[in-house]
């Protein structure tokens, strides 16, 4: 079955500007996960969202948010861009009790 | 607060060579992970562990986990150029969303 999708892969945005990332989870898979990655912090969660509502949110600012539809794809959103926000963000998804799968991930990049 | 440290950072070995990455985690949790992830790439899952004493093995490395002494170690055997990557160990919550990833050590495996 096809894997994790998120669009777009790379993106170019400038201070101040906002940002839209998708992710299409694997079918069957309700819970998506974001995570920014970055070469000074890692990998850090950003938040989970599962049957449309959130579960669990990392320790960012309010400038980022996400969102879940109905039929499990997943947004997140960047408000306010910081040349700090420039990182690769991945979106992984699972079944209840699986493995997260990750998806190719979105690289942004904040002038 | 869970934190999961992996230890070394950065390993640079031979081809032929056997060798162990560490992944020290603070609190007690249901599964371990590994990934892997080549340069510009997204992650790759490797290994997941559920139980204490559980022992993966796959192809030149091997992840096994210790839940007492809250340690996992993935042992590369007889190491080839292509294992050259970063692996990140991975500890879930115990609400089971949220993963914590180490540090990661980026492998390297000279001819």
């Known amino acids: 079955k096809a894997g994790v999708t998120q669009t777009p892969r790379y993106l170019i945005k400038t201070r101040g500007q906002q940002v839209t990332l998708s992710c299409s989870p694997i079918s069957g898979h309700r819970s998506v996960s974001w995570y920014q990655q970055t070469p000074g912090q890692g990998l850090q969660f950003l938040f989970e969202y599962f049957s449309e509502t959130q579960r669990n949110k990392g320790n960012f600012p309010g400038r980022f948010s996400g969102r879940q539809f109905s039929n499990s794809r997943s947004e997140m959103n960047v408000s306010t861009l910081e040349l700090g926000d420039s990182a690769l963000y991945l979106c992984?998804?699972?079944?209840?009790?699986?493995?997260?799968?990750f998806g190719p991930g979105t690289r942004l990049l904040v002038l | 607060e869970l934190k999961v440290e992996q230890n070394p950072l950065f390993l640079s070995m031979q081809e032929g060579k056997n060798y162990t990455i560490y992944c020290n985690y603070s609190?007690?949790?249901?599964?371990l992970y590994w990934y892997r992830q080549d340069p510009g790439k997204s992650l790759e899952s490797l290994f997941v562990l559920l139980s204490n004493g559980a022992v993966k093995q796959e192809g030149r490395l091997m992840a096994s986990l210790d839940t007492k002494a809250r340690l996992s170690t993935l042992h590369i055997t007889a190491a080839v150029h292509d294992l050259s990557a970063t692996y990140f160990c991975?500890?879930?919550?115990?609400?089971?969303?949220?993963?914590?990833f180490g540090g990661g050590t980026r492998l390297m495996v000279k001819p």
């Open positions: 991975a500890v879930v919550n115990n609400a089971g969303n949220m993963l914590t």
């Open positions: 609190t007690t949790s249901d599964r």
């Open positions: 992984a998804t699972r079944t209840a009790q699986e493995t997260q799968y």
